[in-house]
């Protein structure tokens, strides 16, 4: 078949329009081309091809080129298809250039596969030696409705509603209807309305009436012409949602742990409710030492493993040995009698039972074709982390450093461990059939939510174990003499300390972030949406050295450090012992420890002159002291422990390590003893240093390196992006969001705006996520009795109530509270199950610090919250379930 190709596009000099085809044969074989172009006047090109006739289906998109090189690529995320089920000997397209819509999000899986979900039909096909086809964006189809079209000829309904011409769903937000064009005479004049599938009532499109004028055309030839994107004048989608970590479900069948059965169950509470979207969070395997500090969700030791603490052993074949199964019926409900998470034993319990049903199920399993699939598709990670597995509990240690052999990675020698007859090969085999268990089912959670129209929300963290399968694999993507974390803010006073290896984005962009596509590409096999954790590190990550425990020490990274010259011209003069190294005199000593300043001086300092002093070498870095006291908790160890932290953190500059005579202000040292004894003008001089550096400075820079990442990866697959933008925020963040049509997260009680005490939920942007309250904080009614002092406020002004806010938070209040989130302009309003259920008084749990999820200022915090009812009581409970769906729907959601 002979196909031709015409596209309205005005170059400037020197450049051409190609286009680049993929056809694709009945056996599935891809053939590729790039068809250049050619055109009289610059503003109409045209080309032609020829396919053979086996080829079923051409893909193709356009691009510029000056001088060889693409200079303007077509916006691809929805390439263009072409089915060649035509009789005709001759196709000819008519396409439009397609830039990227400012509406990116209507384009998501999140909205084509659950929100404004269409089953996708055949391209329809008019009889006749000569036919049209025009196909249409329409991104913005109701649920329930479907695209027609009526126009000015009989063909198309001659204006009559009843009589319009339906179009068919083709792919994603992409619509078609075709004609006979011998029932077509002269210009056709026509418009798209909207009709319900149930009332018949057409919506019509905001737009003058279409103009389609017949080309020229032979006998036994097909047109495709495609026609300006359709704009419908609906309100803006709105839709509500729940979050709340898998491991905190709680169902008849869970094993003392959510697993994926229990997430498939709350897709269906949540889609009863009228809520459309599903938010949890990371659910990889973060299995270092199998204790309870494995708890963290987002120290994974794979970006690609999920954690087989989500296995829904429900959902497996059956024990055969039933003495076994009676044992664990037992074990289940032990452990689902507990009020939270003992994760050491909901682990050993889950991982037993694997290991059992392995040695029954794997010869039936490893011949199936679905398995040896799963294993094709997934092998350049799943080998490599099946060896890690495998060496971790040989050795003892996730630390590779550590082993007797393979502390490199060598991927030949890696491959030998899994060859039949090697002692190792039995247990690889079982961590990959592990996570195959874990793939299907979560697989099956994904198609369940579409079905439902629920969108499943997933959760990339900003880092990665330093004892992870990548470090070990892929070490140039690290930086690993250094501790990525987040500076001080509303989580934390002394800044957090993650402990994760920071990225070696050089590296990284050398081969076009293919790590983090990898990653991404990874997630949208699962999920429709995803939370970008710490969004800033994608601009600039808070950078630790591994000799701190705190993050005060820490400087973002890439920055602009400074210049000696370029701080003194400020008008303060550099003296850089007294900055930049711990500044200890007597009366700081007694400030901070009281009758104990004698021990500290004879113990851990060295007196220096002018009656400063110096830490002793055995104690002059923060993990020196941590590993003196090592686990004592007892009050005088934290009271002297604490106290030397604070003395190592006590300076005014940070040297860089790339450039030693450049410097970093500490940040929020004027809340420091050092600055205590600045005089004034030097006091002022170093405010002015410390604005200008972490509020100016680096908007332009900073604007640059993320541009650099983010474009790839948020066109890495169609997943709803959406953002964790907390914290210490740049200007330049909100240029990037917006440029790329990212989700903000909103949280009223952290306004973005430095003057609010709290944000005005009606200024929330459309492109954005409104909650209450996320895991990192205490819930609503937490908060509510923590903070009684910014409650009280909240209650008068925000919520104009007049007297004494009640305490404990009363389920009206809470409902109010709700109600004013859910009516805010944002796209997605998704809060906690914990703040959902505060809206009733019966349900919910009585003790809020008990639902607190994490405490960011402890790192060794325990994760082990879970629902104090499970997902079938939360189902049976007529009465919350209405008044939630209620809400939901009152306000437009």
Not at 200 to 218: K, V
Request: charged fraction near 25%.
């Amino acid at each position: 078949m002979n196909i031709g190709f015409q596209i309205a596009y005005r170059t400037n000099w020197g450049e051409s329009v190609r286009a680049c085809l993929t056809w694709i044969t009945k056996t599935g074989k891809e053939n590729h081309e790039d068809l250049e172009l050619s055109t009289t006047d610059g503003a109409v090109w045209r080309g032609e091809t020829s396919v053979p006739s086996s080829a079923t289906e051409v893909r193709y998109t356009y691009s510029v080129r000056k001088e060889g090189a693409a200079v303007r690529q077509e916006w691809n995320i929805i390439p263009r298809v072409l089915p060649l089920i035509t009789n005709s000997r001759r196709l000819q397209t008519f396409d439009r250039w397609r830039d990227q819509p400012a509406e990116t999000y209507l384009f998501s899986s999140a909205f084509t596969e659950a929100f404004l979900r269409h089953e996708t039909q055949p391209w329809p096909t008019a009889d006749g030696e000569r036919t049209l086809t025009v196909r249409v964006f329409a991104p913005e189809v109701p649920e329930g409705q479907t695209l027609a079209v009526l126009g000015s000829q009989p063909v198309v309904g001659e204006w009559q509603q009843g009589r319009e011409l339906r179009l068919a769903p083709i792919g994603p937000c992409e619509w078609a209807f075709s004609l006979d064009l011998s029932q077509v005479s002269g210009t056709l004049e026509y418009k798209y309305v909207t009709v319900d599938n149930a009332s018949g009532q057409t919506t019509w499109e905001l737009h003058d009436n279409r103009l389609l004028t017949q080309a020229r055309s032979e006998r036994q030839m097909a047109l495709v012409v495609e026609d300006e994107p359709v704009r419908l004048p609906f309100a803006p989608w709105r839709g509500a949602g729940c979050v709340i970590p898998v491991f905190s479900l709680r169902s008849e069948h869970s094993y003392g742990v959510g697993d994926f059965g229990d997430l498939r169950r709350m897709v269906d509470w949540v889609a009863m409710t009228g809520m459309r979207a599903l938010q949890i969070l990371p659910v990889n395997d973060t299995t270092l030492s199998g204790k309870w500090t494995d708890s963290y969700p987002y120290n994974s030791i794979s970006i690609f493993a999920l954690h087989p603490l989500y296995a829904d052993l429900e959902a497996l074949p059956q024990l055969e040995d039933a003495a076994m199964r009676t044992a664990y019926r037992g074990i289940q409900q032990k452990l689902n009698a507990l009020a939270s998470l003992d994760y050491e034993k909901a682990m050993d319990t889950k991982r037993n039972y694997l290991h059992r049903l392995f040695r029954q199920e794997w010869k039936n399993v490893k011949g199936t074709k679905a398995y040896k699939q799963f294993f094709a598709d997934n092998e350049e990670w799943l080998i490599p982390y099946a060896a890690f597995c495998y060496l971790r509990d040989f050795y003892g240690t996730p630390n590779f450093r550590q082993w007797k052999t393979l502390r490199t990675y060598n991927a030949k020698s890696v491959e030998k461990l899994m060859k039949r007859g090697a002692e190792s090969a039995d247990e690889m085999d079982f961590f990959c059939y592990v996570q195959y268990i874990l793939h299907e089912q979560l697989s099956d959670v994904q198609r369940h939510a579409r079905e439902k129209g629920v969108t499943l929300k997933g959760d990339i963290p900003i880092g990665i174990s330093r004892d992870s399968v990548e470090a070990w694999t892929e070490p140039h993507y690290f930086n690993l003499d250094g501790q990525a974390g987040a500076p001080p803010d509303y989580f934390s006073t002394n800044g957090q300390n993650w402990g994760f290896p920071t990225y070696n984005w050089q590296a990284m962009l050398k081969d076009g972030c293919r790590w983090w596509r990898r990653r991404f590409e990874k997630m949208a096999r699962y999920f429709d949406a995803y939370r970008i954790d710490h969004v800033l590190g994608f601009f600039r990550i808070w950078e630790i050295p591994l000799n701190s425990v705190h993050g005060l020490l820490g400087h973002f990274a890439p920055a602009l450090p400074m210049t000696v010259e370029e701080i003194e011209s400020y008008g303060l003069p550099w003296r850089e012992q007294t900055y930049t190294q711990p500044y200890i005199t007597d009366r700081i000593l007694h400030r901070i420890f009281g009758d104990d300043t004698a021990e500290v001086r004879r113990l851990y300092l060295e007196p220096q002159e002018n009656g400063h002093y110096r830490l002793r070498s055995d104690y002059d870095t923060q993990r020196k002291v941590q590993a003196h006291f090592g686990d004592k908790q007892d009050a005088h160890t934290v009271k002297l422990r604490d106290g030397l932290y604070t003395l190592i953190s006590n300076v005014l500059f940070l040297r860089d390590k790339e450039q030693p005579d450049h410097f970093h202000p500490r940040i929020v040292a004027m809340h420091d003893f050092l600055y205590e004894d600045l005089g004034d003008w030097e006091k002022d001089a170093f405010n002015r240093i410390h604005d200008h550096y972490f509020h100016h400075r680096h908007n332009q820079f900073w604007y640059d390196e993320s541009m650099k990442k983010l474009p790839q990866l948020v066109d890495a697959t169609r997943m709803l992006v959406c953002a964790e933008d907390l914290g210490m925020i740049p200007e330049c963040v909100g240029w990037v969001m917006d440029r790329l049509g990212i989700l903000t997260l909103e949280i009223q009680t952290m306004p973005k705006k430095a003057w609010q005490q709290f944000a005005n939920l009606w200024e929330n942007p459309y492109r954005s996520v409104a909650t209450i309250s996320t895991h990192d904080m205490p819930t609503m009614r937490g908060w509510w009795d923590e903070q009684r002092e910014t409650a009280q406020q909240y209650y008068n002004n925000m919520l104009y109530h007049e007297g004494q806010a009640p305490h404990p938070m009363t389920g009206a209040v809470a409902e109010e509270i709700v109600s004013r989130h859910l009516e805010s302009p944002s796209m997605l309003c998704l809060l906690s199950l914990q703040d959902w259920l505060a809206i009733d008084e019966q349900v919910r749990y009585p003790d809020p610090d008990a639902e607190r999820i994490n405490v960011p200022a402890n790192p060794r915090h325990y994760w082990q919250w879970r629902m104090h009812l499970t997902i079938e009581q939360l189902m049976a409970n007529t009465a919350l379930n209405e008044k939630i769906r209620g809400l939901v729907k009152s306000y437009g959601r």
